[in-house]
């Protein structure tokens, strides 16, 4: 089970900072906001679990600017 614990929104990315007890992951993914916007779209709702999967894993470079996008 996929938990969003919170989102950040940049110039071009979104931000998902994720808790995947599955997996045993708790970090930051990034997806462009287009196609998070897309997946939305296409599960009529947020669905945690399908973002997980698709979005990227970030380095830290990304991380540090996920800090510095604002959360929505």
Known sequence: MC???E???SNKNIFLHF???DDMFFGVKKI????YD???KLCGKENADF????????SDRDIAESFYA???
């Not at 462009?32 to 196609?35: F, N, V, Y």
């Not at 973002?51 to 970030?58: C, E, P």
């Open 3 to 5: 938990t969003i614990e």
């Open 7 to 9: 989102k950040r929104k």
């Open 19 to 21: 808790h995947n007890e």
């Open 32 to 35: 462009p906001i287009s196609k």
């Open 38 to 40: 897309y997946a939305v």
């Open 51 to 58: 973002l997980y999967k698709v979005s990227k894993t970030t």
């Open 70 to 72: 604002k959360a929505f």
